[in-house]
Structures are given as C-alpha cells and as structure tokens.
Nanobody, 125 residues
C-alpha cells in the first residue's frame, strides 16, 4: 500500500513557475513508476509526465514538453513536477500516481495502482 500526498499548487500568472511535490509513504518508493496527471471539470484525467523507477527515463505529454520537468528523489520518497512558462490552459487539478511495474504504458490512467488527492493549479492570464 502506498499513500501519495501532493503539495505545491496555487495561483500563478501566465509565464510563471510552480513546483509540485508528491510525498509517498512506505519503504518501496523506488520500486514504483511515478507520474503526474491533470484534470479539469468535465474532462478526462490526462497524462502529463512520468518517470521510471530509477529516474533514468522520463516521458512527457506533447503539451508540456520543454516546459515541465519530472524528477524524483528516492531517498526522500518524493517525486516533483517543475512547471515553467505556465499557460492558462495548464489550469487544472494535478494528481500524482504510482504504478508497481515498469514503464510500458505510462500514459494510460489505468496503468496506475495508487493516486493522490490532487493539488490545484490556477494560471491567470
């Protein structure tokens, strides 16, 4: 069982930056592929970024490529999402997710076993 707690959301102006954090409980954090998804009202939860268990491989959605960076610190049981050059269309609830397996289908919501409660990000124009 893994519990995930996101933090770092808030209100920021377009062009600004935020860093989201996701703290995981348990001693086996390094055995999980981690990801960030986001969701706006009335829309499906969409993939943002994922990172392999070692941190050696990362995967990004086209919409955030070059602006967002996912990283992890296995010693701190934490995964991060650095968001730069934010746009109003990045406004959403952001969710952390964990999968107890490799990186075959990291862009699929159903691939993940555990989810956090989400943190809200609002980008004003």
């Amino acid at each position: 069982q893994v519990q995930l707690v996101e933090s770092g959301g808030g209100l920021v102006q377009a062009g600004g930056s935020l860093r989201l954090s996701c703290a995981a409980s348990g001693r086996t954090f390094s055995s999980y592929t981690m990801a960030w998804f986001r969701q706006t009202p009335g829309k499906e939860r969409e993939f943002v970024a994922a990172i392999s268990r070692s941190g050696g491989s990362t995967y990004d959605a086209d919409s955030v490529k070059g602006r967002f960076t996912i990283s992890r610190d296995n010693a701190k049981n934490t995964v991060y999402l650095q968001m730069n050059s934010l746009k109003p269309e990045d406004t959403a609830d952001y969710y952390c997710a964990a999968a107890a397996r490799g990186t075959n289908y990291v862009r699929e919501r159903g691939y993940y076993d555990y989810w956090g409660q989400g943190t809200q990000v609002t980008v004003s124009s």
